[in-house]
């Protein structure tokens, strides 16, 4: 039932989860090393493919860390390196969605819903504050 | 009273979405490549069969290629082997192989065992090259065209299928065989 | 033959569950008492047949029997005892059972609860709960039967997953499914209450008992499984956003609207119609959970190994199951109507807004979760989500849910009188803000903006809770379980948000290469290498690493992280070494070996990081506490005629 490719995605993904990468490296500038850290947190690792290239144990993971210092130390801005990574990968490898057309129904989601609720909740306050305004002034519930 | 029936229309969309998700799942953890339509990365690295050569992809414009990543240390390169010695038997396209974070010695002792299907075999030894194609399991196989374009990606082993379906129509039709 | 038995005794089940949906079903619709005489013996008997299955299971894994499929693919001879027994749910065939059996002790519950309810809506109940075990039953048998045979059978089994082979494979399945089929209880009395056509204050008050216990068992589930992703697999992290703790977090969250919803259906008879409805999200998000899990259509490290085949299967049963209730809904719920009204700063606001919250927050998790899906359905090509999109998003609506808690909390019913406690809102906002601030800029002298709000939310949260029971207690008043539930979990709510907020602001990381004898010092806490040697365990190999840490020069602890190999799966697994001091966990993971003796090691100080699921557990206790008040079982069993006494105000 369970078909060669699946089980061979099943065991990437198993070496994925059995033990988390460690990465000593250590860039001189501590204003790179903070952009290092971060960068490779935000970066997707394209074979443990919920996990950020900081945190995966497999090589290709190591391999990108290892382009995303050799980027910094270029002197490559953050924009500029997420776009390199995307030209290689697309947008896949990002784990924070990009603000493009294409993904403005994900980011204007929550705000969309908010928006709604707050609609929703003013009417049925509006309707119901009207029901208790027109009764006689008499014994709430307690609490 | 329609808006009592929205529940029933957002899980009708809902499941929509779940349906097609089952549907094109078989595609599931294959990412387009960004690469398809656009040029193949420059590239000059170390020969495996004949270090005083390197390969270059310079040399490789105006003809067709196949350039397969593949490493000892694969398994399902090992499956795709035969399917590649099929595809260097009908010289149809050539093969141009990229030792990915390998071991010399043993990719060489592997083409000798196995048979070599590769025209040349590049060696990416640090995996740098293997990231400008945006390679992220092994075995993957790029179909490249004369002009340099990268028109076709393989993630997988290459299957009967892929070179039937895939791959052979994007060919020139073959040379007048000898009659 | 004890498979045999076990498959046999499952096909029973399912016959059995066909009659207690159809009885049930029928049986009420057609008046027919004997047949509503009969659900539950049904309910007994699948009962039977399903413990008799799972302990033919068990006994197959406890006896290696290799010539059972599933036992090859999950166990082995070398495996201790008692991951042989946990094992049984380690995969998705065992995990269906394991599901089943806790559908089937719910139902059980819900059978012998059913004495105080009327004949007619008990019978409905325990129909609806008969359809959905028989969807499982026949999903189980249809394309995962856990008994099926290999023939010849294998000399030893493939071994369970390294991963699993630890305590939290015992409790963590199991209590979160228990959390899980719990809300089939509330769909089963909302479904029951559609189809009676009427829905009154009693039905409410029926429901919220074991609504609340499902919701303490998922709360439990949920945070046990943070717990040991956290302790044993060493990921370094409570939560990731990954798309099956989504599964479960969006259950979680509808959950905890529909107990809200219910306590004001039951006290003043209103959002009748959206608590069935909650009622069915909370349900419909389970099954999504399962689906997600087991179908491949979302990539995610926990996934059971995917089949489309499977997928499709638990899609139809969803759209059956679901879309069947919410035709019923679209039917009944325009009649359930009532005329009760309450101000804007009555209690039934505040619970509206927290309602509303809610759903958006369990909204916007289902979107980050299913966008892959969307965005490909929608043929816009890949978006890629992650903790960037859902850590802002998630808190855009629980940061205003957090502060109207503490407002809300002192609201009366109908007319709130939030003016008559303006001091007492004043007191404890201005307290929580001093102690907040004073915390955070005071003990830790860094830390973000959220830091002092985190910190001020969570005492205000606490304050409020207090100031009611308190002052009640003070007067000499009663204080029902239920309010003091209601405390206890207002408090683990607050205990979550300040350890968030101090796990959040206050983690020290970091990542070093040492040689034996090199030191690190992170966090305050100087960490001494003394180099790795080779340990032996009853079924793997491992490298074990020593860590010596101390502050200001006292020896604390001794750390002794591994990285293990197991035998059969010859899977590599990193054992973390973790330690409390202070109120801070010390984590040391191993990493590689760089050559020369020197390894990599990972070295995290995580400030009351334990707090997280002791809150979790607080919330559990107050969601039991809530569940098991008299009130709820001292019922007067409505007239046949459906004529309900007026219920006092309590």
Known sequence: MIRTGQVLVLTALLACAAAWAVDPTHLADPKLQARYVALTHELRCMQCQNESIADSPVDLAADLRRSVRELLEQGKSDAEIRAWMVARYGDFILFRPRFIWRNAWLWSAPLVLLAIGVLVSWRIVRTRAALVAAEPDGADGEP | MKRFLLPLGIFALVAVVLGVGIWRSPEKGVIVSPLLGKPAPQFSLPNLTDPAHPVRSADLRGRWYLFNVWGTWCVECRAEHAMLLNVQRSGRVALIGLNWRDNDAEALSWLQQLGNPYQTVAVDRSGREAIDWGVYAAPETFLVNPQGIVVYKHIGALTEEAWTREILPRLPPPVASKS | MLPELGHFALILALLLAALQALFGLAGPALGRERWMAAVTPAVAGQAVMVATAFACLVSAFVGNDFSVAYVAENSNSALPLFYRVTALWGAHEGSLLLWIALLASWTVAVAIGAARLPPRFAARVLGVLGLVSFGFLLFTLATSNPFLRIDPPAPDGRDLNPILQDPGLAVHPPILYTGYVGFAVAFAFACAAMLEGRLDQHWARWTRPWTTAAWAFLTCGIALGSFWAYYELGWGGYWFWDPVENASFMPWLVGTALVHSLAVTDKRG????????????????????????????????????????????????????????????????????????????????????????????????????????????????????????????????????????????????????????????????????????????????????????????????????????????????????????????????????????????????????????????????????????????PNYDAQGATLVVSRHGARVAVLKPEKRQYWVQRQVISETAIRMSRGSNILVALGEDLGGGRWSLRIQIRPLVSLIWLAALVMAIGGALAASDRRYRTQQVAAAAGAAAAEPAA
């Open chain 3, 270 to 537: 209103l959002f009748k119609s959206w608590t069935l409805l909650l009622a069915i999200l909370a349900f419909s998000l389970s099954m999504l959970g399962t689906f997600l899990v087991r179908s491949g259509v979302l990539v995610s490290v926990h996934s059971f190994a995917a089949d489309p085949t499977r997928g499709v299967f638990i899609l139809a049963f969803l759209i059956i199951m679901i879309g069947g209730a919410l035709t019923l809904y679209a039917w009944r719920a325009p009649l359930l109507k009532s005329s009760a009204g309450f101000e804007l700063g009555a209690r039934e606001s505040f619970l509206l807004f927290n309602n509303v919250l809610l759903v958006i927050a369990a909204a916007t998790v289902f979107a980050g979760t299913l966008a892959p899906l969307i965005s490909d359905a929608l043929r816009l090509g890949t978006v890629s989500v992650g903790p960037p999109y859902f850590n802002p998003t998630f808190m855009l609506s629980m940061l205003p849910l957090l502060a109207l808690l503490s407002v809300g909390i002192h609201a009366n019913w109908k007319r709130g009188r939030l003016k008559d406690r303006q001091r007492t809102l004043l007191y404890t906002l201005v307290g929580a803000a001093v102690l907040g601030c004073g915390v955070a800029f005071g003990i830790w002298s860094h830390g973000a903006l959220l830091t002092p709000v985190g910190m001020t939310l969570a005492i205000w949260i606490a304050l409020s809770s207090l100031v009611d029971p308190f002052d009640r207690w003070r007067r000499g008043l009663s204080l029902p379980r239920a309010v003091i539930g209601m405390t206890v979990a207002h408090l683990g709510v607050a205990l979550a948000v300040l350890a968030l907020t101090t796990v959040q602001s206050f983690t020290s990381e970091q990542d070093v290469a040492l040689a034996p004898g090199a030191s690190a010092a992170v966090g305050g806490y100087d960490f001494r290498f003394e180099g790795v040697k080779p340990v032996e365990g």
